[in-house]
Structure formats: structure tokens, C-alpha cells
């Protein structure tokens, strides 16, 4: 699915903008499931304006829990972590206000990971897209980005002496049927949205095969409430790739959700 420039480019800046990926019928779909699972979450209540998010999310709905399966979606997977890799969780997001600068952590300098987001609504560098510092998944001795790692909810200035929002970076801008690929590790932020932009995202990682990777997995599921927990609705799925995602998590004899 990927050309050889493609995979070039995330492995070298941490990121991929994929256009056009979905038709306007499918983004219709997808926005009109994903409005029904907010809605159920909230028990059928108005939006308030705050941030909301869901966890397990595609699962919930026909059509979009179809997805991790898509050779679209799928393809990804293979192509930037190879033929074995497990669904970490899919999430749900309606942002509001802006995302600080983040990345890293997790399994640094261990097994890959990607997030694949769904953007629901045209954004912009100032009105929300995802902006992201090229290359910033590859950290150096000293970490020069280190103060920008961990989460600040201090907007107004950082270490390098301006606001948050003025940090050099790339900002991803997408139109609704577009898809942002891109690993945690790149340090990553938004600012400047409007309150409920529909941020979705399927996230995919390598599987395990050391004791050291089995026990980096072990770790971060036990520092997570919902990932690495697959849904009994895919451990039983009819479709054999996505009970091949969810197999190395059974595996590891890690919980389950209900749905």
C-alpha cells in the first residue's frame, strides 16, 4: 500500500499524511457512528463543550469496527511494523481547547508502535490540526526536547522561552477522509480548535517475540486502564485478521472487555 518514499518518510520524521483515503459517503458513515457512541456515552445528553473520550471506541458500532480489518488500515500495519502486530485499543476523542506538546515515554527505544487518526472535521495549523516536531521520535544524548516530553498544561511559556504554540513544528492539516499516521514518540500537540473536533484513532504495535519486549507490553499494561485489553467481540470476531490482532494480548493472559 505504502511506496518505499512513504515508509522512508515516517521512519525518518515520525509521521505520514495519507489523502483521501475515504470517500465522502464513508466519512458520512463514520461520523454518524461515531456521533451515536458519544451520544450512548453520555447517556443520550447534549455535547457540554468539554473534552470526551471513549475507550474501546470502533468496537461499539457495524461500520467502523470494521476497520481494523480494512486492507486500508490494515496495510498500514504491515507496512510500517511488518506481518505481526496486535490492536493496542481504539479510541474515541472530542477535543476541546488545546492539546500541549507530548511524546515519548511508553516503549522508547523499544517496540514500535503507530496511531492511526481519524480526523473528522477540515483542520488547520491555528483551528486544531495536529502539529508534530519532524524527526522528535528519535531522541539524542542529552535529550534536547526532554522539557517538552511530559504533559504541561502551562501554555504561556516552556524552556526555550516562548508559549507552547509558537514551539517550530509541522502541523499535519487535514480534511475529513484523510488519515495522520504517526507514533507517540513524536512529540505532538494541537492548538487553536474549536470544542468537539472529532479526533478517532486506531492504534497498532509490533508484537512482542524477547522476554524484554513481552515484559515492556507487561508494563504498560498494567500502567493502563483500557489498552491491551481487547474486546470479547473481537477475540470471537468471524474474521480472522482481526482475531489475529487480539491473539498475542489473549496470549499474554491479559483482561478482556465486554462488548
Not at 495519507?18 to 461520523?31: K, M, N, Y
Not at 443520550?44 to 468539554?50: M, Q, V
Not at 476497520?67 to 476541546?96: C, K
Not at 523499544?110 to 488547520?124: E, V
Amino acid at each position: 500500500m505504502l511506496t518505499d518514499g512513504q515508509i522512508a518518510h515516517f521512519q525518518t520524521f515520525g509521521f505520514l499524511v495519507i489523502r483521501d483515503l475515504f470517500s465522502p459517503e464513508e466519512v458520512a458513515t463514520i461520523r454518524r457512528e461515531c456521533d451515536e457512541i458519544f451520544a450512548e456515552a453520555r447517556g443520550g445528553g447534549p455535547y457540554t463543550g468539554k473534552w470526551e473520550a471513549v475507550q474501546p471506541f470502533f468496537e461499539r458500532r457495524p461500520f467502523v469496527s470494521g476497520l481494523v480489518a480494512d486492507d486500508r488500515i490494515y496495510g498500514l500495519g504491515e507496512d510500517l511494523l511488518g506481518p505481526d502486530f496486535y490492536l493496542g485499543v481504539t479510541e474515541g476523542n472530542l477535543h476541546s481547547g488545546d492539546t500541549p506538546w507530548h511524546g515519548g515515554g511508553g516503549y522508547k527505544n523499544g517496540l514500535p508502535r503507530i496511531k492511526i487518526a481519524f480526523y473528522l472535521d477540515p483542520l488547520t495549523r491555528d483551528s486544531g490540526a495536529l502539529r508534530v516536531v519532524p524527526g522528535s521520535h528519535v531522541s539524542g544524548t542529552p535529550d534536547l526536547l526532554e522539557s517538552l516530553r511530559d504533559r504541561s498544561d502551562d501554555y504561556r511559556s516552556t524552556a526555550f522561552g516562548v508559549p507552547q504554540s509558537q514551539i517550530p513544528s509541522f502541523a499535519l492539516e487535514t480534511r475529513p477522509g484523510d488519515l495522520a499516521v504517526f507514533t507517540e514518540e513524536t512529540l505532538h500537540g494541537a492548538f487553536g480548535g474549536a470544542p468537539g473536533r472529532h479526533q478517532h484513532a486506531i492504534n497498532f504495535g509490533r508484537n512482542p517475540v524477547t522476554n524484554v519486549e513481552v515484559a515492556q507490553v507487561r508494563s504498560s499494561y498494567e500502567r493502563m486502564r483500557f489498552s491491551l485489553r481487547p474486546c470479547r467481540s473481537s477475540i470471537n470476531s468471524k474474521n480472522p485478521r482481526v482475531r489475529k490482532l487480539v491473539a498475542p494480548l489473549v496470549e499474554l493472559g491479559f483482561d478482556s472487555h465486554d462488548l
